[in-house]
């Protein structure tokens, strides 16, 4: 059972930028596709970019590309989100997942899900 928790959420205004970090509680950067998902108020909860092996592969949805960048430290069993330039729409609550294979992996197979970590950015 991989358990995974997220922190680095918090309020910022349109254009900055945040890290939002996802600890993992065993070694995952080999084996496992992780992933940073996010869910506003009344939407459904939307993939955002994953990362397989350290970036042997990555996906980045559409609505983020150019702006948020996964990375991983293998060392710290710690996956990373680099968020820039944060639009108000980007208001969500933010979740890192974890499953054992490799990427892509849809959203309902993800197999372990962190609590999440609130943002919102003010215009």
Do not use: H
Not at 26 to 39: A, I
């Amino acid at each position: 059972q991989v358990q995974l928790v997220e922190s680095g959420g918090g309020s910022v205004q349109a254009g900055g930028s945040l890290r939002l970090s996802c600890a993992a509680s065993e070694y995952t950067y080999w084996s496992y596709c992780m992933g940073w998902f996010r869910q506003a108020p009344g939407e459904e909860r939307e993939g955002l970019v994953a990362i397989y092996r350290g970036g042997r592969s990555t996906y980045s949805s559409d609505s983020v590309k150019g702006r948020f960048i996964i990375s991983q430290d293998s060392a710290k069993n710690t996956l990373y989100l680099q968020m820039n330039n944060l639009k108000p729409e980007d208001t969500a609550m933010y979740y890192c997942a974890a499953d054992r294979s490799p990427c892509p992996v849809s959203l309902l197979e993800y197999e372990y899900w962190g609590q999440g970590t609130q943002v919102t950015v003010s215009s």
